[in-house]
């Protein structure tokens, strides 16, 4: 039992007929996977490169700042963040650079304008 899930206990892993097999080093493994295309972004953020943009937090924190970059886990780092503090009189505070963590954030928006679209899920009048 000391064993367990180690070495020849349960058989050699990766070896030729075992359970492993096609999954890393048979005929299926090696040819690349042309039929699946390749996944997408649900948000697109290089638009908004070298932007301002607006970035609420849970928790009720906002801050502004220009987008430098951003990874896919929604980490930002923004330029020239300023922090709007609500309490206990409106102000704002300056942070410089900052890296903005992305479970953290719930709401993007570019501060220099937005535009209107037409609300998909109402039955166009034709």
């Not at 896919?72 to 903005?100: F, K, M, W, Y």
């Amino acid at each position: 039992m000391a064993d367990r899930g180690r070495g020849a206990a349960r058989g050699a892993r990766g070896a030729a007929g075992g359970f492993n097999k096609g999954r890393h080093g048979g005929p299926q493994g090696s040819q690349p996977t042309m039929d699946k295309p390749k996944r997408e972004a649900i948000l697109d953020l290089s638009k908004y490169v070298n932007e301002r943009i607006r970035v609420k937090f849970t928790g009720g924190r906002e801050v502004t700042g220009i987008l430098k970059g951003y990874d896919q886990l929604l980490n930002l780092v923004l330029d020239e963040v300023e922090e709007e503090i609500l309490e206990p009189e409106p102000h704002t505070r300056s942070l410089g650079l900052a890296v903005l963590r992305g479970p953290t954030i719930t709401l993007l928006s570019p501060v220099d304008g937005s535009e209107e679209i037409a609300n998909p899920f109402i039955n166009q009048e034709e």
